[in-house]
């Protein structure tokens, strides 16, 4: 199935595990897509609640920070709708509970084109495989299809049914230096950023 034109698609729905999964994968692409006027609209299945590395941060808290986060970072990229499903994290499953979750973003937003997260597991490189990662890319598949646009799949979300045009599957990006993701970050884009690199 080849890729619709950008010229041919007027909404975007990205789809990921955690808060900044999509800054690390394909935030180059967003303000690409965003900078030629499409609207790009995020779906984060957790909160990133199990992140971080300091004990003394509660998780409550750590939800307020990356959720903080995660909207100014997608303000940066023209980002202002995001839908938070509240998954916990590190505990994802691709359950019908999450694919419910997804479709009904799906039917509600009606993008042209969905960007999942992978779900197949890469022995080379363990950490594009978080399990997190794996869940939500199968759950996001099956919510393209067949669930968001089977009027019998989920009818308790009494949402319109949609059939999404195309999927992409986000790789992890093959630079792994902070310079290599500053690069992702700014191809394309005209929008004054704070090089990360020089911090």
């Not at 505990?91 to 042209?112: F, G, M």
């Not at 599957?169 to 630079?175: A, D, N, P």
Request: hydrophobic residues 40%; proline residues 6%; charged residues 25%.
């Amino acid at each position: 199935m080849a890729l619709l034109a950008d010229s041919d698609v007027e909404r975007v729905l990205v789809v990921v595990a955690h808060p900044d999964d999509i800054d690390f994968g394909v935030a180059g692409s967003v303000a690409t897509w965003t900078d030629a006027g499409i609207d790009v609209q995020y779906c984060l299945v957790t909160s990133g609640d199990a992140g971080g590395h300091d004990e003394s941060v509660s998780r409550t808290e750590m939800v307020e920070i990356r959720q903080r986060e995660q909207t100014a970072a997608a303000k940066v990229v023209g980002v202002t709708e995001l839908h938070w499903l509240g998954f916990p994290d590190g505990r994802v499953e691709p359950s019908l509970e999450l694919r419910a979750a997804i479709s009904r973003v799906i039917r509600e937003v009606r993008p042209q084109r969905v960007v999942a997260m992978s779900p197949d597991r890469n022995y080379e490189r363990v950490y594009a495989s978080h399990p997190d990662h794996l869940a939500t890319g199968e759950a996001t598949m099956a919510a393209v299809y067949p669930d968001s646009r089977n009027p019998f799949a989920f009818p308790e979300l009494r949402t319109p049914i949609f059939r999404s045009s195309r999927i992409i599957i986000l790789e992890r990006m093959t630079g792994t230096t902070r310079s290599s993701v500053w690069k992702c970050l700014t191809r394309s884009t005209t929008r004054a950023l704070t090089d990360p690199t020089q911090t």
